[in-house]
Structures are given as C-alpha cells and as structure tokens.
C-alpha cells in the first residue's frame, strides 16, 4: 500500500512540476512583458504541421475558441498564433500523460494492483492537465484586466497634459508608454500597441481594436469617447480630463459596493464562529448548576435520595397500621 501512494505522490508531483515549467517555457516567449516586446509580435513565427495538428486533436466547445483567443488578449498573448500554441501545449500534455500512463499500466505487474492505480492517477493528471492552463489564463487575463483599469485614470491625466503641451495623441501616446512603463507595465504596453495600429491604420480603428480586446466599459467608454471627439473636432483633452474623473468616482464607487457587500459575507462566519463559543458562554454555567444540583440530590440526604422519602413515608405506614388494630 505505501509503495503505491509513493508512486501515485511521486509521479503527480512530477507530473505537475514538467507542466508548470513546460507551460512557463512554451507560453512566456509570446507574452508581452515590456514596450519592446510590441515590435517583436509583429513579425510572428509559423507554427509547425506538428503544433497545428496537435492543437485540432481536442474539439472546442461552441463559443470556446472565441473566449480563448478574448482571454489570451487580456492576458497579454498578442501574437497572431497565440491560440494554436496555446491548445498545441494544452493537449500536448494532457494527450502526452495519457499516454505515458497507459504504457506504464500495461508495462506494470498484472498480478498487483499497480495497473489500475496507475490508470487512476493518469485520469486524474489527464484531467488536470486540460483545465489547469484554462484556469491559469483566466488568473492571467483578470488580474491584469484589472490592472488596466486601475491604471487607466493615471495614463489619462498625462496624456491630457500632453495635449495640452501641444503634442498630438498619437505623440502623447508615445510620450505616456514610455514615462509610465515602471509604474503601470500592463498599459504602457497596451498605449504603444494602440499607436502602432494607429500609424498602421486610424486612431479611430486603433482605440476599436483596442476595445474590442479588452472588452470592459471603461475602455469601451474611452473608445467611443475619444472616437467622437475626433469627428466632431472638439477638443481632446477636455474630454479625457472628465472622463478619468468619472472613471475614479466609479471604481471608488465599485469598492465601496464590494465593501458593502463584505459585510454580509462576514455574516456566515461570524454565525458559525462566534456563535458557537457565546452559546457556551451563556448556557454553560446554568447547565453546570443544574448538574450540581442534580448530583449532589441523589445523594445521601439529599432531596432526591431515595432512602429519605421511604423514612417520611413509614410514619405513615405505622399510623395505618395503627388504625387497622383498633378497628377489628
């Protein structure tokens, strides 16, 4: 029994080891990290007839490719191949496990037990290794969604200041990416990738795009704002100035919410926790008395002995026997 925990321990652990590391090592080169690495995904590299083959061996579900390659954007994945070496590396390694597992099981001793916990294991690593990395990007994609928007209000004040400097927008973009680099990375990149689409393309195209792959109402508020402003030749700068305003009134409006609703949240343990120990508190002592009080009356002389009722009831017995003699 303890040989076959330590196998079935030995080889999760280094099943979960060669994922995360295998994972690391394919995906990181294609995430953007810096403004740099914006140039670099322009120029994508082919994936190979062995990484296609191996990313259509797993069927999608109905809407799943959509959400893969709207999760892989928000995540920073930008290359144009992003979601074929993302299901190649999946299925790789889900398919690989199953695999290795199933040779190990027949390869195993018949007369033990080892082929079916060795089927078992590789289920379960099978199973991880499919919904771990979707798990994983979607960690990815939110914590840095939210990084986005939390540091949106701040790239908006000094691209206002550099519209009012006299700097274009496509200028002030530059300008903002590269000064706000060390304090918020995430829109840093996302500023200089909207301004290489814009001198691909229009600033109009640039901020729908860039709306499109972020998909939240913030950006998709800052999108039509500043693509209004250009059709109507209003002034930019004002409008981004009011625009960061509310975008701070709403996200202090959204924590106050969510502190808000911490307050019911903390209901549940604070029932179960606390409640407990005040029941003991308060109910305790009395129960102890009521113990006492019942212990010490079984006693000897106590109320609730019973040799003291049979000695108050025997005068009684005699004063009836009494009465019995002298009515003959």
């Known amino acids: 029994m303890w040989i076959d ?50 990313a259509g061996s797993v069927p999608l579900l109905s809407g799943e490719q959509e959400a893969l390659s709207q999760d892989l954007r928000r995540a920073g994945y930008y290359g144009s191949e992003a979601l ?15 695999l290795v ?14 082929p079916q916990t060795i089927l078992v294991a590789t289920g379960l690593a099978s ?25 949106l209000p701040d790239a908006l004040d000094i691209i206002r200041m550099c519209l009012t400097g006299g700097l274009s927008l496509r200028d002030g973009l530059e300008r903002v990416a590269r000064d706000i680099e060390f304090y918020h990375r995430d829109i840093a ?7 290489q689409h ?3 393309d229009t600033m109009q195209r640039a901020l729908k795009e860039f709306s499109r792959r972020m998909n939240v109402q913030d950006v998709n508020a800052l999108a039509s704002l500043v693509s209004q402003t250009e059709v109507t030749g209003t002034h930019v700068a004002t409008a981004v100035t009011e625009f960061a305003d509310t975008m701070r009134r709403q996200y202090r409006q959204r924590v106050e919410e969510r502190a808000n609703k911490t307050t019911i949240a903390m209901l549940f343990p604070v029932i179960l926790c606390l409640a407990p120990p005040v029941f ?16 010490e009356a079984h006693q000897s002389g106590g109320a609730l002995d019973p040799s003291s009722f049979t000695d108050q009831l025997s005068p009684v017995s005699n004063l009836s026997d009494i009465s019995t003699d002298a009515n003959p």
């Open 5 to 54: 925990v330590a196998t079935i321990t030995g080889f999760l652990v280094s099943f979960l080891s060669a994922l995360v590391f295998g994972m690391t090592a394919v995906r990181a080169r294609q995430r953007l990290r810096h403004i740099s690495d914006v140039e670099r995904i322009s120029r994508p590299e082919r994936p190979s007839r062995f990484r296609r083959a191996m």
């Open 189 to 195: 990149i996302e500023l200089e990738v909207v301004r």
């Open 127 to 151: 199973v991880v290794a499919y919904v771990l990395p979707r798990l994983i990007l979607t960690y990815q994609s939110s914590t840095r969604l939210h990084r986005i928007q939390r540091g």
């Open 84 to 98: 074929v070496e993302y299901l190649a590396a999946r299925n790789f390694v889900a398919l690989g496990t199953l």
């Open 101 to 114: 597992g199933g040779v190990s099981a027949v390869l195993a001793d018949p007369t033990t037990k080892l």
């Open 280 to 295: 003991i508190l308060l109910i305790g002592p009395p129960v102890m008395q009521i113990r006492n009080f019942i212990h």
């Open 198 to 200: 814009a001198e691909a």
